[in-house]
């Protein structure tokens, strides 16, 4: 005794691989497919479209695959409003919850398809009215209609093909063996376009290797040139970039000659206590403590950030939020209308700000291991670039590219 | 106008390197040394001795050496008492202040050698009367007396040779070219050693890649063995651990076929929805919702864990603590009376330990990433032993070792 | 003034990314396509077909196209013959010669289409009367009448989709968070099945990590089962195995403990002079040199070997073959009639097999390195499975299993 | 009844921490030491030495421990001359024979210190009347008279610590993160000093990863600058360049948009086509065919290379060795009067060239892999140097510098 569903599929379903995605969602639960009318897009800006009648064995199994068919853009050929149920408790979701991907998404209320807020991964939506947003689990309050099964949800994934110009060519495997003036010279181009629009922001992820491999002397420029609109970042990345500017070293080896100095085991530790005897980096600043680097000059020209706390840091400095939820709200706050985002050097905040960012955003990771660059690419979409490089020498070029 | 400082060094002078590394700092700096006097043992059991005279160009350098001689085991001729200087303000300590190692360490009060409580690297020395502790620059309070510069500061490094029997052979350069089944026959051994002496903890630092690579089943084994004391953990473990046991998937990766399962994405999402739907894990036990997996054997057999919340957190768990600060607090009280601490496949949870751990309590980091083995070893000392393999057979072969 | 040409291509189309990468490869050069005919397989067995007229801006341009789209298994509407050219010289194609890949080819020689023999990749395709093979360039003899283009080419890639308890479930990126044992249950199931039909080779390409890691013992006892028909391997192999069988270390690392030995360098070099003062190997066996190990069970149990030179040999062995032309003929004529072969930690003897390898043949690459593993798969075609594990405790596994 | 001998070792013993290794050696096979005297240097310029006397239970642990300790420029205090024995046969050694390192070696001969000729790791030495050299085991002829033991041999290790305004800085562990504009600067520095002076040559060993990653351009900058006198490579490093300057690829990646082109996988094998229809290189230079890359500014500039097979080689080029004997003569030639060598990106070349260099040649190994940069660093001495960065990058950045 099989449940039918008939199903319609449109877009890119060939160029984006959508179709063979969807054949492999059904097969992959025992269900069968048959594909009652299909459309090929006779060139390449045409979109296909597809009928399929997906019968599986149980009701269950159904919902499983309709969970995610809908975040591949397949929709019902009978289309129903949304299913709602109340939040049994705060922070609990109903059973059957729907859990969304970061695509745009719509869903349908009243015969009405609503585009649904805040979207990012892994929430829940909630419905007000005839307002749908995305709310974290721990966010949810009792009694909150929450929209469960995929019944009336709608979601655009990305086309795959950016425009000419742009990163087309990093859209394969993650690799080493790449010409990276290429890509450097792309995202030039990328920026200058963002900052000339003035539409969006520049937003840099940036783990603490920046500053062992180089990067401050760029990173200045780039901060200087107004080509950075914030900075998300750990307690680290600002401990080694002030014990740099203070006492000329990162991680106690000399930034001039790459020799670790006497006593230079203790410099992150006196630059946190520096910084905690004058309050915070801003009061530095003002006291003529800290006179530069990249969170000198971030306060300097005016260029917010975020330093979240984690586990395995010393002090911390007093800006650092060691709560995680409240650091995450903060992190989510920056990257709202974000235009681009690179991630240098970090897994733990790069996977952390992909969680959030909507899959029209644009994001570069650069990264030595090429392990963590694959792992970023892997939680992302089709908008996530990858580059396997040199971070320091990266940064030189691109302040370079940038200012020239 | 140089300053000269006469200092004694003895113990393992040669077999440790000591000596080399001494000359290394004084050289480093543009000091200069003379060797007054030198004895070296004439056995392999007997220490040796050399008296050193050091001229430095100017008092502060000297004063950088010495933070650094004495974490070398090296004392002045002359023996001082400790300086003390008043904290400025609560969490700032004065300018100076020694920063504590994790090797043993005492303190000259009053003419008498006191060992520092709960050392600690990192950390400043606050004297209480006659009481001398590790604490936290986050965690003094404005007006304790805390030991500045290194005068009448005593430390006792680690003699780096093992006994026989130990992981002699390990303490060489990682490498993923070794036979690991060597290892597994020590670490089990060392693990029998330990339980039946019954005076310290066997813990366990664990990232998700334990579930991800089958390594559940052996937990649970080594954990119904009573081989584990405690857990040190993120949220993602558990969570992919109760993802396993709840929907048989982890990451939404069927585990007996390793093959993706439709709505596998939200598995992650729904296993931490169903704890926080009855509380927290031992209520979702009793209720008969769980039934395996390593939270699950942790409950039944009285193993404490603790879960540390991070950035990149789904959910969390009503039992991860989001405050880092407090998270610290939580890794610290469990690591007390640790005799071996295995540390697998996480780098953060894994420096965020090493950090508090005594250079005393024996250290394995097992990780299959050779990268993520030597930054551990690196920031540990001599009782760190890196082993790179696959995580998962490794611990079936450990449980197998344990339970034969 | 465009070039036209009308397509079929029919298969898989979907399911195996086809129709995604034959669009991928028109739009690429600049050309542009139309889909004049389209039928999608209604369910999962049926194939799909379409028919698509290409339009290049040169003639050159869709020469290009057509051969890459001959590979992805597209044939012209209307068939022609072959296009056949002399070699100008010996050693030396004809310019536009068709280079093949590794996948089932035909080509059409009067009218009739004809399989190519000695099907590798990167060869030309000599005809000869109504036959036609394979032929690397360096053997090409002058007059030789070798395919110039894709015109009367026709190529069979392999469906992806493996039979059910295969390796289906390994068919995803490459990872080192992998359930391994899963893998190993596969690999032992189908060696199991080869040697149960008795028609294909299992065959091993092996470097010296095997060794180091500990694996000689399980690999005893695979050959001692007689679960591997032949050894691909370098000069390093068997010099450690003979190391190590005859002095009882693997790179002057003893093998019981872990340690290094006095005189341990020279180990390598002792186990050469040993081999070369009796001649080969099956007589250092003969006179009672060397009683076990790899290479010994490989001469008692009769399974061949090839040891191919490399520049950075020391030595070499007797039998290892310096001339690499010759190595690689070798290396050939082993891997006739293969039916699986295992790649364990050698890039180097991986690649060179991998180039040699037709499609049809499934291939396992195991490495604790990641990006080793990649670039392996990445050579390869869909057959090729990689596992990023410990080889020494995969070893052991494979062999309990395979025993069991 | 042990063996007993007495010993002194002199020279920086606890800067490079020989007297360190002697005890390990000793400790390490059961023997036992007693210092009978030392005397450590009262300042850094000044050398120890001490008189160690050494019970070892047998003769021939006696013997293991002497060819370790020679290697450590340990000596006897009652010298001896070698001892020598016939080689039994063609490519044979006597038993005991002693296996060199790569340090500078003298051999006693009736009574006088003679330097050993041609030094090179893990060689035989050959005396000759009163003149020795290292002999490959393959090249030794029967009869030749071979040293055995370690009696009579004296070697004399470089001393770590190099002179200032060197790579003083880069002389610890492998990492990536850090600072390598400051390597770069040194090594310009070195390459204008070994330029200036006229002496030595600057030899460039490079794996094909150089042509993939935007290397060619810098490349043709610092052969036409004279910067360098020699290039070791295999056949692809030479295929990618000479497929890049024909056809505009590289492995059929179009160099200046990075996207893959039609055709382009069978590019590598025209451009090894094209070459061998000319007959070599040269000629297809002088017939106007090649006009620009790596290769071509070798002939023009009159920079040899010489170019090693190996089993994975397409073609070959015709100038590629085939037979590893001869490369590896090839190789050694082209070493010879090296002041520093430079490896980019090739493990296997760059391991076949370090086992031929002497120890007293600066070697800087570039690779983006730190795997592969601590392989090249460990098989090496104190002289090697290991840089994690991106190749194409850290040659722009060198070009810049040398020719700046």
Redesign the interface.
């Known amino acids: 005794m099989t449940t039918r569903k008939t199903l319609r599929a449109s877009g890119h379903l060939?160029?984006?691989?959508l179709?063979?995605k969807i054949?492999?969602?059904v097969?992959?639960?025992g269900a069968?497919?048959?594909?009652?009318e299909?459309?090929?897009?006779?060139?390449?800006d045409q979109t296909s479209t597809?009928v399929i009648q997906v019968d599986a064995p149980e009701e269950s199994?159904l919902?499983?695959?309709m969970?995610?068919l809908v975040?591949l853009g397949v929709e019902p050929v009978e289309t129903a409003s949304v299913v709602l149920e109340p939040a049994?408790?705060d922070?609990?979701?109903p059973?059957g919850?729907y859990?969304t991907t970061n695509h745009p998404t719509e869903v349908r209320i009243e015969g009405t398809w609503t585009l649904v807020d805040q979207q990012r991964m892994?929430a829940l939506i909630v419905v007000d009215g005839d307002r749908a947003s995305c709310v974290k689990?721990?966010n949810v309050e009792k009694g909150q209609a929450v929209v469960v099964g995929a019944e009336g949800v709608r979601v655009t994934p990305p086309a795959k093909d950016l425009e000419d110009g742009d990163f087309?060519?990093?859209n394969?495997?993650v690799s080493?063996?790449?010409?990276?003036?290429?890509?450097v010279d792309s995202l030039a181009k990328q920026i200058a376009q963002i900052k000339k629009e003035g539409k969006k922001k520049v937003i840099l992820v940036a783990g603490p290797?920046v500053v062992?491999?180089?990067g401050v002397a760029p990173m200045e420029r780039l901060l200087a040139a107004g080509a950075i609109d914030g900075i998300l970042a750990?307690n680290a990345l600002a401990v080694h970039d002030i014990e740099r500017a203070l006492l000329n070293t990162s991680l106690g080896i000399d930034?001039?000659?790459?020799?670790?100095?006497?006593?230079g085991?203790?410099h992150?530790?006196?630059a946190?206590?520096e910084i905690?005897?004058h309050g915070d980096i801003p009061k530095a600043i003002e006291a003529g403590s800290l006179t530069h680097g990249i969170m000198y000059h971030c306060v300097k020209h005016g260029v917010p950030y975020v330093l979240?706390?984690?586990?395995?840091?010393?002090?911390?400095l007093p800006e650092a939020i060691?709560?995680?939820?409240e650091?995450?709200e903060a992190?989510a706050a920056m990257i709202e209308d974000a235009g681009i985002v690179l991630i240098l050097s970090t897994m733990?905040?790069g996977?952390?700000t992909g969680?959030m960012l909507p899959s029209t955003v644009t994001t570069v990771c650069i990264d030595?291991?090429?392990?963590v660059v694959?792992k970023l690419c892997?939680r992302g979409s089709a908008q996530t670039i990858g580059v396997?490089?040199?971070v320091?020498?990266?940064l030189?070029?691109l302040a370079d590219r940038i200012n020239a």
Request: include cysteine; charge should be negative; proline fraction near 3%.
């Open positions: 060939i160029d984006d691989g179709l063979h054949f492999d969602v097969t992959g639960t069968t497919y048959e594909v009652i299909s459309r090929i897009g006779r060139t390449k597809a199994t919902a499983d695959i969970q995610d975040k049994p408790a922070g609990v979701a059973d919850f859990s892994d689990l721990r087309g060519f990093m394969s495997e080493s063996e790449r010409h990276v003036a290429l890509v290797v062992h491999t180089g750990g930034t001039n000659t790459g020799q670790g100095v006497a006593g085991h203790c992150h530790m006196r946190i206590n905690r005897k979240a706390g984690s586990l395995r840091d010393d002090g911390p060691t709560d995680m939820n650091a995450q992190y733990l905040h996977i952390a969680n030595i291991n090429p392990a694959t892997d396997v490089t040199d320091g020498l990266f030189h070029m």
